[in-house]
């Protein structure tokens, strides 16, 4: 049973480009939620998605949005990247109504914004 | 704004030990507590969770223990093995909201 899959695992941009970031939800999970994970520090929400909507969000810029599939699968874009916005950005996945219950994370993808 | 916080960044402990790990919060209106651990290039995975209706939780080597009058909880871990090496992230979050806040995580150790 494959768990969260998100791509890609490293990715190295210029300061002021864009960025998609994409995750797909463990099987059977409806939910997907989006954290950044700076060095040194904990992971920090960013929003959540369920039936193709943002359900929550956390304390980011407009810069940040995403986007959730039909298959439940998920996109995280950034749009004019600074070089604060280095980070692991992580995926998790969960069954609806459950919010952060039963979270599945990904390994994230390693954002370098140069 | 920290609402969870781990003042320890990194702990050792010899191998049969005990790890305690700790953590504070500032935020009255959390409710559910969660513990995470983490390996290099992995994500973090679920370890064991506390409700503040309750004061303590077990799950075989792991305890969390709530201190809600002081906002703190903590997490034992006994006896400690070479496999829990990892960071340790404690989270917390309200009922019916959606996100998790999360500490700075402690790496812990595990010597032979």
């Known amino acids: 049973d494959a768990g969260v899959t998100q791509s890609p695992t490293h990715l190295i941009k210029t300061r002021g480009q864009q960025v998609t970031l994409r995750c797909s939800p463990k099987?059977?999970?409806?939910?997907v939620s989006w954290y950044q994970q700076a060095l040194g520090q904990g992971p920090q929400f960013i929003f959540q998605?369920?039936?193709?909507?943002?359900?929550q969000r956390g304390n980011f810029p407009d810069r940040f949005s995403g986007h959730q599939f039909p298959n439940y699968s998920s996109e995280l874009n950034v749009n004019a990247l600074w070089l604060g916005d280095s980070a692991l950005y992580l995926c998790?996945?969960?069954?609806?109504?459950?919010?952060?219950?039963?979270?599945?994370f990904g390994s994230g993808t390693r954002l370098t914004v140069v | 704004d920290q609402q969870v916080k781990q003042n320890s960044p990194s702990l050792s402990v010899q191998e049969g030990r005990i790890s305690i790990l700790n953590c504070d919060y500032t935020?009255?209106?959390?409710?559910?507590f969660l513990w995470y651990k983490k390996y290099p290039a992995e994500g973090p995975t679920f370890l064991i969770s506390?409700?503040?209706?309750?004061d303590k939780n077990e799950d075989g080597r792991f305890t969390v223990f709530l201190n809600k009058s002081a906002k703190h909880l903590s997490l034992h871990i006994m006896p400690s093995q070479p496999g829990d090496s990892a960071v340790y992230f404690c989270?917390?979050?309200?009922?019916?909201?959606?996100?998790?806040?999360f500490g700075a995580g402690t790496t812990v150790t595990v010597r032979a």
């Open positions: 506390i409700s503040s209706i309750k």
């Open positions: 099987s059977g999970h409806d939910t």
């Open positions: 998790a996945s969960s069954l609806s109504g459950g919010g952060y219950y039963g979270y599945t």
């Open positions: 989270a917390a979050s309200v009922t019916n909201d959606y996100k998790l806040s």
């Open positions: 998605y369920y039936e193709e909507e943002e359900r």
């Open positions: 935020n009255s209106m959390f409710d559910y």
